[in-house]
């Protein structure tokens, strides 16, 4: 399943999310980030360095380099693991989901994800407080 095939409010979740964290990062035509082809040089060039840092390592996790149908995959097991329910029932995963070595490394990614946010938000408050 590639990214170009997945629902719009599927890629809209993506988007919003980087433009909720970091505002002005994506262009305006939003629905450009499922040009695979760019999408390495142009988007993960122009994105803040640990968004990008995130996105290759889940790549990487899969195969190096490789810009894929493992790319699709990973989404929206992401999407599965954050918000369990949202995507249709035919988004089911069961291949990824057998991949015991993957689901670890994407365990990993989401927490030091977390913890990322977590000490971003708390930069952001101490800034508020000067």
Known sequence: MYPESLP???VNLYANSLEELY???LPKDRME???LNGLKKLYV???PKRVSELYLNSLNVLNPGSLSQQIGDL???SVTQIMPGYLPKGFNCKRINANENIKRQLEK???ESEEYYKQLEEER???KAM
Request: net charge negative; hydrophobic share 50%; charged share 20%.
């Open 8 to 10: 719009e409010d599927v």
């Open 23 to 25: 505002p002005g990062c």
């Open 33 to 35: 980030i499922l040009d």
């Open 45 to 47: 060039e122009s994105l």
């Open 75 to 77: 989404y929206i097991m």
């Open 109 to 111: 990614l989401m927490i």
């Open 125 to 127: 408050n101490l800034a």
